[in-house]
């Protein structure tokens, strides 16, 4: 299992997961613009759904390496 932590997580520490999570939020922020103004459909029933799918995504690994051997990157 922590094999598969180690893949999932991709070898970046807690500050670069932050940073991915905040880029992609930037990007999912835009889309949902896009969405909005230019192809006229509301996707905000989504928001939630995918800014959690992608907060667990990037901090739930690095939690549980941290948790099994006390690094975030699980090194």
């Keep these: 299992m922590e094999?598969?932590?180690?893949?999932?997580?991709?070898?970046?520490?807690?500050?670069?997961?932050?940073g991915a999570f905040f880029c992609v939020v930037a990007m999912l922020g835009i889309a949902n613009l896009?969405?909005?103004?230019?192809?006229?459909?509301?996707?905000?029933?989504?928001?939630?759904?995918?800014?959690?799918a992608t907060g667990l995504f990037f901090f739930l690994p690095a939690l549980m390496l941290w948790l099994m051997t006390g690094k975030p990157s699980g090194s």
């Design 3 to 18: 094999q598969k932590l180690r893949e999932i997580n991709g070898g970046r520490t807690l500050l670069m997961n932050a």
């Design 34 to 52: 896009i969405c909005r103004f230019v192809l006229h459909t509301d996707v905000v029933f989504l928001m939630p759904w995918l800014l959690a």
